[in-house]
Structure formats: C-alpha cells, structure tokens
C-alpha cells in the first residue's frame, strides 16, 4: 500500500535513551511501541529491566513487554513472528509501529526477514549442551559459524550452531519501509545515564523484586543470569556491599552497551544521530 506508514526503529545502546523518544515521537504520530529487549520479555522483572512504568510510558500502547515467565522459553524466532503480527496489527489499526531496543539480533531478524526453522536434532544439542563455552567457541570457528552476540553465553552458543544452514540472516535487503536511526552517544555521557539508572534502580526498592524472584526462579536460568539480580542477590546476603553492587551493575550495563553498538555499527542501514536530533529526523521523514 503507497500511502502506508514506514516502520519506524529506534536502535542504540542501553540507557541511550531510546524509550523517552520513542514515547514523545508515538504521541505526536499516533504511534504504538514494540519493545526489542531480551530481558524486557519476562514477567515480574520490571526494575531489573528498566522497563517504562505506566506512568513514563504516557499511554503509550507498549508491545513485546511481559510475553513469558522467567522459566520459559522464547526464542529470536519466536520474537520475529510475534512481532510481525503486532505490526500488522497496528497498521490495519492506522497507528505508526515503533520498534525499540538494543537487542540487535531481535531487531535484525524482523528488519532483515531471517528465516528460521523450527526443528532441531537431538542428538546435536545433547552433544553441544555437554561441551564447554571455549569448546563450543572451537567448534565454531572449526565450521566457520559466526559467534553471537554474547558469545560468552553457552545458551547462544549452542542457538548459533544449530542455526548453521537453517536460517538465512544476511544485512543484504532491508525491509520496504523501514527507517532505522541510531542514538550515538559519547563514552562520558553514557557512563552517567547509567550511573543514573543505577541509582534510579537502587532506590526502586530492587531488593524486593530480587526476593520476589529468588523465591520462585532458579538463578541457573538464562532470564536470572543475564539481569541485575544476581548482583542484588550478592548484596542481599551480605557478600557484598551497596556501593559494590552498583559499581558492578555499572560495570556490566557498560559492558553490554559496548557489546550492542559493535553489533549496531554493523548495520549499514542505520542513521546514527545524537539523541536530541532524532525527533526531529524522524519528523522529517515522516513528514
């Protein structure tokens, strides 16, 4: 359809501040917004997430938030085809979609149309699930499969080589319609946006969530792994102190930001521009 709206995605690193200009830019366009964030995606993690509060997300119809328990799966398949069907969704509604996140290979499998199969052999990942994270890494550069994104992760690892000649994911043709734009952020300025959210989680009363969790999940499970509980755990037993806490959370959120813009910077679709030129970029695309 000519007259249809592009679909709109905001990338960046985390605490870039994404959100807060995807929610100004769905007001005035009467957008809605699809949440690409691995963690956002479980239940009962909100601080830890930094999810949008009700308030912050100003009516803003939200997807991809609250999909799954912690102890369930959702795979990047799985995120592609539920995103697929919100954004049509919301064009038949005549709303503009928003995709926002920092998890690139969320993003890329929609923006790039990866294909994916479902079925996987036993037999393999039984073999892989018994090797080591550094034996997984051979076996990868062996067969010439590209690591993920966090590669440091056994799960990832394992995802990546059974994905070897059963998805198509090449940067090569964009979508029609999209438009891509980037938050570029300097080291200094994006070390204090997560100084802040740091503080901004520590005074959120984290610690209740981080109990809420413990005493229903297993902190051996990916969902538990890969937030800030694990560190409030430490904390709330006494291994660590407050100030250790929030260091090593700021340690590790900067750590991730440095992981997903060395996977943005490969996207040669993307429009990178600082956070307080991008509404009005976009409104001029829109325009």
Known sequence: MATQKPLIVIVGPTASGKTGVAIRLAKEFNGEIISADSRAIYKH????????????????????????????????????????????????????????????????????????????????????????????????????ITLPENYKNKRYLVRAIERKGNVSNNRKAIRNNCIVVGITTNKEELTERIKQRSDKMFDSDIESETKYLADRYSFDLESMKSNIYPIVWKMMNGEISRDEAKQLFITDDWHLAKKQITWFKRNPYIIWLPLKEIEQKISELLS
């Not at 799954?68 to 919301?90: C, G, L, M, W």
């Not at 890329?108 to 479902?118: K, R």
Request: proline share 2%; glycine share 8%; net charge negative.
């Open 45 to 144: 993690m909100d601080i830890g997430t930094a999810k949008a509060t009700v308030d912050e997300q100003c009516g803003i119809k939200h997807w991809g938030i609250d999909l799954v328990e912690p102890d369930e799966s959702f795979t990047v398949a799985d995120f592609q085809k539920y995103t697929n069907e919100i954004i049509d969704d919301i064009y038949r509604r005549g709303k503009l979609p928003i995709i926002v996140g920092g998890s690139g290979l969320y993003v890329d499998s929609v923006i790039f149309n990866y294909q994916f199969v479902d079925s996987h052999d036993e037999k393999l990942r039984a073999k892989l699930n018994k090797m080591t994270v550094e034996e997984l890494i051979k076996y990868c550069e062996k067969h010439n």
